[in-house]
């Protein structure tokens, strides 16, 4: 922020400059960066650097032992430390309650105004419904018919874009960068009734702030190289290959489960997850049941145990009851998808048999 020289009355101030000792931040203070610390860092988030011979070889070996814990060998992975289901256990934390509502799995996982109704006036009964949340393409059930919802709410007219309170956000975790573990992200707020926002800016100012290489990294998605620049060509090479990798990956996926009968699997349309529909036998849901299972849990547990592959029941996100499903991601390079698809094939044909 910058500091205004002059009074109000615009008489010079009688100092030439103002010596900051207000805040804990050395290196805004010219306190110099520790080299082995930023060597390792650099090394760590762009492993090309390895092979250059500027850097030492413990720097080297020591980003090459942080590389090696890290999922994918990136810096970039999440890690140990994400922590799943996110909204439920935010709103448990909150002493919040959450509303179900079921998408459509017939029309692509698409919204249906009348089951969110359905929803909100059975939750009525109980409870005082305050937010609504979309998740957009969505998760797990990758539905993506994109709706702005700014938009659509200011073409909605005054009596809602002047009052309706909408929070938007974005990361970079996820799309052609799949930045997860630099955490950048943002939030848009819109109508927030000023008392709330006087509370969130006090619980945002609490964190202090994100790591700064997320914000870094933020700004660089929302400014990305232009046309012209030295960096454009490579960077509109790059995303174009993550994207039409991950487009072939999700085609591949539906056409693979689609080929296997008591599988079934909408088109996977926008983010990185395939939720297929699978029809689980009367007798292995009465063993799961035995087990004290659910049936889709005892369905993964076999499937890891058997094949190695672990996916994610669909009771773990809630679906219709006597529905079963899995959730699996696209992300496994297409050579190793392939093959997991194949082995998943295999599975369900020999799951059906032996509890049929
Ligand atoms: C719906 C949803 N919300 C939030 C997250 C967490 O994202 P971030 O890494 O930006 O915190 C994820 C995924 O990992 C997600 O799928």
């Known amino acids: 922020m910058k500091y205004n020289m002059t009074t109000a009355q615009g008489a010079k101030k009688p100092f030439s400059e103002v010596i900051k000792a207000n805040i804990g931040d050395a290196h805004a203070m010219g306190q110099r960066p520790i080299t ?7 090394l760590c988030t762009y492993p090309e650097l390895l092979n250059d ?8 070996n020591r980003a090459r032992r942080i590389l090696q814990s890290c999922g994918g060998g990136s810096i970039a992975a999440r890690g140990v430390l994400a922590q799943y289901p996110l909204y439920s256990a935010a709103l448990a934390d909150l002493g919040a309650v959450q509303i179900n509502y079921y998408l459509s799995e ?8 009348s089951e969110l109704r359905r929803a909100l006036n059975e939750a ?9 949340c979309i998740i957009n393409p969505g998760n797990p059930t990758d539905g993506c018919e994109f709706h702005s919802f700014k938009k659509v709410l200011f073409e909605m007219g005054p009596k809602y874009s002047d009052t309706v309170e909408l929070a938007s956000f974005h990361s970079t975790s996820k799309c052609y960068m799949g930045e997860c573990g630099f955490r950048g992200g943002y939030m848009e707020v819109i109508n927030l ?31 990305p190289p232009e046309p012209g620049e030295p960096s454009y060509a490579t960077f509109i090479k790059e995303r174009t290959a993550t994207l039409s990798d991950l487009a072939h ?9 689609n080929t296997v009968p008591g599988i079934s699997c909408n088109p996977v349309q926008g983010a990185m997850y395939s939720f297929p529909r699978i029809n689980i036998p009367e007798r292995a849901v009465k063993e799961a049941k035995e087990k004290g299972q659910a049936p889709d849990m005892f ?7 058997e094949t190695g592959i672990c996916l ?10 006597g529905t079963y499903h899995f959730r699996m991601t696209i992300l496994p390079p297409t050579d190793k998808l392939k093959i997991l698809l194949a082995k998943v094939k295999e599975f369900h044909q020999k799951f059906t048999e032996q509890y049929s």
Request: aromatic share 6%.
């Open 36 to 42: 082995f610390l930023r060597q390792v860092l650099a």
């Open 53 to 60: 011979n500027k850097f030492p070889e413990d720097a080297k």
């Open 106 to 113: 017939e029309r692509c996982w698409s919204l249906d105004v």
């Open 124 to 132: 009525r009964q109980d409870c005082c419904p305050r937010a609504l």
């Open 193 to 223: 009734d000023p008392e709330v926002k006087v509370q969130l800016t006090k619980l945002v100012s609490v964190r202090l702030c994100p790591p700064v290489p997320g914000q870094a990294l933020l700004d660089l998605v929302v400014n």
């Open 249 to 257: 990956k999700a085609e591949l996926t539906e056409q693979i489960l």
């Open 299 to 305: 369905y993964c547990m076999k499937l890891l145990e």
């Open 312 to 321: 994610v029941p669909g009771s773990g996100f809630g679906q219709r009851e």
